[in-house]
């Protein structure tokens, strides 16, 4: 129970597309401990965000079992999954993916209003968030009024409202310049370090991957190769 | 997710939707102003036919000849028969032997009967036709409820005097008639003694000039001598006026040796004429009320068009919401508010544009069935209101529930990647 907090067992999924059974992962084995720093590697096409949605909790797997806490995500309910998905997980996108009629403010009150958190809280906690990725002047500013950095930056702001457990991040460096993909990451890997958060990426950048304290290469769904980074690990 | 909050997303999303999504309102805008403005409609009508009918009192009974019309609802209220003079000439007038059997039915408080016809009436020079009722003064003044403006009721010694119809008064004439004029009726001198007071529309004596029922015998044509148009009876019981029109009936049936088949009167009440007009407003009403709830329904069908685009053009979004932690119960909570208001906001813009149409039919002194030309009436009360509001957020939400239903199953991985 204890010993991990993600736990995939001989995953795999298969996208059905009409007549073809299109196997996307296959017999994925793999542990990630509670505040480790992950990072997923692979060329495109290789599993990396069917791998990242299942641990999720975005989709189900179609063979195998993934265990979150110690439980099988396929014992959940969906309102289960979604309450999981609220809770204890944070999603940062490529896309960032925020609500475009929403102010930033709003976009990072969205997760705890769904857990019901009460208003004046939780915009207290959102302004708070905000600040810490550095956007208190921007509070009000619409998606679309934001730079593609300070989109991500809200995006992760928002992942981090509810105070997740684990943070998914699916490229999130890769629509942006590498200036601001390094001030992204330096937030990701600040959360990793001071609030011992699991982070879970998925990146192409060979620079970014050398943060994580371990690599896995995916490769036509199956994991190529396992490398760990301990001088990181050591530094910090 | 607390209602509030599903709520201000709802509002969220329809503040941000487009000029197309807010077109679709029109079918609910226009179908509910056309719900108000016909409730209105019906409401007031409904209204008139009860104070004008029921002003009368639901204690008088009218006989009148002519039983082989069958319909007696449209021939105007109990003992003010206007302008029935052409049909009482084909049927066997009533007499004072009919009188006298009616008083002998159980329950009667007060019988009057009159005679009518139309007659020339000159005054400064002008001429006009008017319908002539001739009473017995003192009943007369004992079961009217029309009301005096100026001047007195006719007293029993009086002959050539007259009262005049508010109506007729104020508008037949250019100088209109006041109290202690001369007016001349088919040749004969009389003075005005009263004015009554404005009756209304519908019925009363607005149209009419009363006068001691021996005048006017002696004034309009084709009145024979003992023969009436027509006999009021005013029951001493409300409850009893069922059973005194049986009775009178039967006892009238008798006296004049006919038979169902062969009756030459009629016989109604102030209750039964306020029923008859009465399903009749109310089929109206009905009528109209069922085209206005097609368009409606037309309205609905748009709104629910609009709702699956919306849901349709918001996909991702919803991908996005379940991806931080909605629970499908508020994804669907947000559509369906969504839509609910998009049904408030018509109803509302309905509301203020069938309020608008309704009060502005009176002024257009539209008049619905002959109704004496005094406009139509139409009333809106706040149950009208607050129904049509009702009305228009279900019917906005029956709309949204495929639409939000559809939305809250979505899958999480396909809806966010939708583009
Ligand atoms: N919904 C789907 N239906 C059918 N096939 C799918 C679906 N989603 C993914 N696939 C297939 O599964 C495989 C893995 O896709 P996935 O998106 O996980 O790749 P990836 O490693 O994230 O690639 P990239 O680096 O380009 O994002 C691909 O071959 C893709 O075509
Ligand atoms: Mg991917």
Redesign the pocket.
Known sequence: MESHLIKLENVWKI?Q?GDVQ?P?LRGIDLEVEKGEFLAIA?S???????MMNLIGCLDLPSKGRIFLGGNDIASFGESQLAQIRGRKIGFVFQQFNLIPTLTALENVMLPLEFQDVDTSKARKKALEILNLVGLSDRVHHLPSQLSGGQQQRVAIARALAVDPEIILADEPTGNLDSKTGAFIMDLLSGVHREDSKSVIMVTHDFHLVKRADRIVYLKDGEIERIEHNHKEQGGA | MKVRKSLRLAVNILVHSKLRSWLTIIGIVIGIAAVVAIVSIGAGLQQDVESHLGGLGADLITISPGGGRASAGFRGPPGHEQGSTATSTDAENLTKKDVQVLQSVDGVALIQATVSGQGEVYYLGEKASVSIEGVDPLVWKEMTTSELASGRFLGPSDYNVVIVGNSIAENTFKQPLTVNRMITIEDKPFRIVGILQESGGFGGDDRSIIMPIDAARDTLEDVGEEEFDSITIKAANTDDVEQIMEEAEQKLLISRHLTEDTKDFRISSSQSTLETMSDITQTISSFLTAIAAVSLLVGSVGIANTMFTSVLEKTKEIGIMKAIGAKNGDIMMIFLLNSAIVGLVGGLLGIGLGTGISSLLPLLGMGIMGMGGAGMTTVITPLLLIGALLLSMGIGMAAGVIPAYRASKLKPVDAL?YE
């Open positions: 996208y597309m299109v996307a692979g495109s096409g290789s599993g990396k965000s069917t | 990647r």
